[in-house]
């Protein structure tokens, strides 16, 4: 059965069926069970929403032939374990932030928010027809895992205790922020922290932190960040989209017969819409909040001299991060020569219409 011909068939006949309604024949022809950990907390604003979203499509869908249980942070492993535990085959199925594993291989940098980079949907078109699940499948594959993308933060601000209106005020400002953008930011003198969120609150209170990115508006607000900084800066150059990603231990997917195999990349495909929808969803519903009852914050963008200053910065870093890798080159290169594609349709098409639909206001 060709894919398109199965996936329509789950969409229409398979999903909405009760995962309690499990045959007796499924059971008895060798049903799977799976085990997928998650690195969020239980109940996590919005982030623990896509392993949830897989494992219901998948139970359901395979009308209990392969069944998955998800745990939470902590449950199996440490939530930065998991990734480790579902190579080794301690788990089947893990579900995490890219970012997450940039100490492992340079490559992972590049699926991890780029300064500058691709737009959520842009991301997206290029892992479907821009050759980018190919490179990344190489990557994952170095660790015995498949990988699928299963959800998306979309843009995020940056969180400050003080106006930030030219690259010279960073000098010496400790920000919460990792990966490349953080280095970008160094070059201008500010000092990256790496701290745990719990931490945070009182760190901006007292003065020992003096910025982060976390998410978007929604979970920020969850988390109070709007109570301790004071200045919410736009547009979110640092991190411009923020993949979640679901990988799957190779022995494990091997296993699979085709039409689960097809089940398993279908509920990612849904995860993967569905998470971003809300996510642009309750991050509007959230940032109208803040600027309406929310006085003690400006909301504000960086001006364009600083945003040139932190381009310049930012190709410069990511340059250097690809080099001396030969697989963390040909990601940056395909992702460079999908941009230099998608990147003009974006402008005259987004922005633009944008600009045009903003006269109206």
Same mark, same amino acid.
């Given at each position: 059965?060709? =894919? ?52 219901? /499509? ?10 998955? =249980?998800?745990?939470?942070? @902590? ?20 579900? @995490?932030?890219?970012?997450?594993? @940039?100490?492992? +291989? ?15 949907? !842009? ?14 499948? !190489?990557? /994952?594959?170095?660790? @015995? ?17 003080? !106006? ?10 400790? &920000? ?16 990256? &922290? ?44 640092? !991190? ?10 190779? =022995? ?41 009852? +929310? ?32 697989? %963390? ?15 003009? /349709? ?9 600009? %045009? ?5």
């Amino acid at each position: 059965m060709k =894919r398109r011909e199965f996936l329509g068939y789950t969409g229409a006949g398979l999903v909405g069926a009760s995962a309690s309604v499990i045959s007796a024949p499924a059971i008895a022809s060798g049903a799977k069970q799976w085990r997928m950990q998650s690195t969020w907390a239980r109940n996590s604003p919005l982030l623990s929403t896509g392993p949830q979203l897989v494992a219901d /499509y998948i139970n359901k869908a395979s009308n209990g032939r392969l069944t998955v =249980r998800v745990f939470n942070a @902590g449950d199996v492993v440490g939530p930065l374990e998991v990734f480790d535990a579902v190579s080794d085959g301690t788990l089947d199925m893990g579900h @995490g932030y890219p970012a997450y594993w @940039g100490g492992k +291989h340079p490559g992972f940098q590049f699926l991890a928010p780029l300064p500058f980079g691709m737009t959520s949907q !842009e991301q997206n078109a290029w892992f479907q027809w821009g050759g980018g699940q190919e490179v990344i499948d !190489e990557l /994952y594959a170095e660790f @015995g895992l498949k990988f699928f993308p299963s959800g998306n933060t979309s843009v995020q601000g940056t969180w400050f205790n003080r !106006e930030i209106n030219s690259s010279s005020d960073l000098q010496g400002l400790r &920000v919460r922020i990792g990966g490349l953008a953080g280095r970008a930011i160094q070059t201008f003198g500010a000092v990256p &922290v790496q701290m745990a969120l719990g931490e945070v609150p009182q760190a901006l209170e007292n003065g020992t932190l003096d910025g982060l990115d976390f998410v978007g508006p929604f979970n920020d607000m969850a988390f109070g960040l709007h109570r301790v900084a004071s200045h919410y800066y736009w547009p979110g150059w640092l !991190e411009p989209n923020g993949v979640l990603d679901c990988f799957v231990n190779e =022995r494990s997917w091997n296993e699979l017969d085709d039409d689960l195999k097809e089940i398993v990349r279908g509920a990612n495909i849904y995860a993967n819409q569905m998470v971003l929808s809300e996510f642009v969803a309750k991050n509007a519903m959230a940032l109208k909040d803040l600027r309406e009852n +929310h006085p003690n914050v400006t909301v504000a963008s960086f001006n364009n001299d600083f945003l040139r200053d932190m381009y310049k910065a930012s190709m410069q870093v990511v340059s250097e991060a690809a080099a001396g890798n030969a697989l %963390a080159t040909r990601i940056n290169n395909s992702i460079n020569e999908f941009t230099s594609v998608v990147r003009p /349709y974006s402008e005259i098409t987004e922005r633009d219409f944008m600009a %045009a639909r903003s006269l109206g206001v």
